[in-house]
């Protein structure tokens, strides 16, 4: 699967949220400054020849929506990332996030609660 450029995964975000809809639709969910038209459609269309999302034509319009969900796109990166930048190692990441994110006493029981209810399965 082809990794997104920044602005196309913002895109996609929005579709993903909004389950379906037009460059209109996706406008209004971009923040400001927000791109021309033109250059959104453009974006969305080249989603699509990259296999991304696809459309429903009505009349000139089209209606996109979403054929790479959110889960399957995030599994294939965060397995990509978690390979290049933590030596293939969850426990590397995890130690990141705890050092480097200086997380709190909450989120640190929130992570000891998931890995024991995994742990158990």
């Known amino acids: 699967m082809e990794k997104l450029t920044n602005k196309e995964e913002e895109i996609m ?44 034509s009505y009349g000139k319009s089209h209606q996109y929506f979403p054929i790479i969900s959110l889960e399957t796109y995030r599994n294939a990166f965060v397995k990509d990332s978690i390979k290049k930048y933590f030596g293939n190692s969850v426990s590397n990441l995890v130690n990141y996030f705890v050092k480097e994110e200086r997380l709190s006493e909450e989120e640190l029981l929130e992570l000891k609660n998931i890995i024991e209810k995994n742990n158990l399965k």
Not at 36 to 45: E, V
């Open 13 to 56: 975000q929005i579709l993903w949220d909004l389950k379906q809809g037009f460059v209109n639709d996706v406008m209004e969910k971009m923040p400001d400054p927000k791109p021309h038209y033109n250059t959104l459609s453009t974006i969305i269309r080249l989603l699509e020849e990259k296999g991304f999302v696809s459309h429903k």
